[in-house]
């Protein structure tokens, strides 16, 4: 079936740094679409959303992309730190139909201090 | 700390065992979710309950059995488990079913 996925699997930054956390989706009819941050031993964690009549969204240190025309969503952490290092997940969520998220397959955020 | 709380934090059982996992939340959300998450691995969606009814059942094996008491509880019963159900499972809800959805700190279940 049709799935979310990410580019790269481990990503490892700098403290300071600027990181950006990629991910394609194939499910044209996905009209919202959420990031989460989980920690070791913790369960996932909402960061921020978007929805398809967006292509940009901001929240603090964080942005997120939306390109409905390549299917791409991207993660951007400004000034990364090491409380950021974490697994990333993109999810999208068809507006009708099944209303529920289906889960890309994580990058991992590692920040060197 | 998350608002939705889930018990035990850890759990060993035997594969004859009969056991239950425990979620709550107090935030009025009428959605709740069972995930089970492999490491290294996304969540995989088990079930989801919409106002206390069951709405999604991914074909999931008839050992794990959910139960959704009131608008604040879910529980999932498990009984004659294999190794393979080995894995962190987790709770979640929303406000309505389509909504973003608030995760608990998961139950880290592992079969003998």
Sequence with gaps: ?113 | DTEVTQTPKHLVMGMTNKKSLKCEQHMGHRAMYWYKQKAKKPPELMFVYSYEKLSINESVPSRFSPECPNSSLLNLHLHALQPEDSALYLCASSLVSGQPQHFGDGTRLSIL
């Design chain 1, 1 to 113: 079936g049709e799935s979310v996925g990410l580019h790269l699997p481990t990503l490892s930054v700098q403290e300071g740094d600027n990181s950006i956390i990629n991910c394609a989706y194939s499910n044209s009819a996905s009209d919202y679409f959420i990031w989460y941050k989980q920690e070791s031993g913790k369960g996932p964690q909402f960061i921020i959303d978007i929805r398809s009549n967006m292509d940009k969204r901001q929240g603090q240190r964080v942005t997120v992309l939306l390109n409905k025309t390549v299917k791409h969503l991207s993660l951007q952490i400004a000034a990364t730190q090491p409380g950021d290092s974490a697994v990333y997940f993109c999810a999208e969520l068809m507006d009708t139909g099944r209303r529920a998220l289906t889960f890309g397959s994580g990058t991992r955020l590692q920040v060197q201090p």
